[in-house]
């Protein structure tokens, strides 16, 4: 929620945090985030993390008891993004919904033996 709402630079947008794998000692922690926009976008909103990263440490410190504050990096997690790229390649591949074939229609009823015809 930081990294949202606390955080002033404005290189840091469109972020969301994807994972976060900490160490076993926890004196370190790697934050995966996703950055919507190009890659000049993504590198930038990195650089502003890392800036951000003391602060960012300082609100953690803020809000855990533990002997050390883990020092955080930051990483794109592409994740996001190939799964968008795979969604829009299903969508140009395979055919739209709206033109799926018609359901095929109920087989014709046999004719009741109990009725007659005359």
């Known amino acids: 929620m930081a990294i949202l709402t606390e955080v002033r630079d404005p290189r840091v947008r469109d972020v969301t945090v994807t994972r976060v794998e900490m160490a076993p000692d926890m004196r370190s922690a790697l934050v995966h985030v996703s950055v919507m926009g190009n890659s000049a976008k ?3 909103a ?3 993390l890392a800036n ?3 602060f960012l440490q300082s ?3 803020d809000r855990i008891d533990t002997r050390y504050t ?3 990096r930051f990483e794109l997690d592409a994740g996001v993004k190939h799964s968008l790229e ?3 390649v299903l969508d140009d591949v395979l055919p739209a919904a709206d033109t799926e074939p018609a359901a095929a229609a109920p087989p014709d009823q046999p004719d ?3 009725q007659d015809d005359s």
């Open 42 to 44: 993504e590198q930038l």
């Open 46 to 48: 990195l650089r502003g």
């Open 70 to 72: 883990p020092r955080l």
């Open 59 to 61: 609100r953690i410190a």
């Open 52 to 54: 951000a990263a003391g």
């Open 86 to 88: 795979i969604s829009r």
């Open 112 to 114: 009741d033996p109990t």
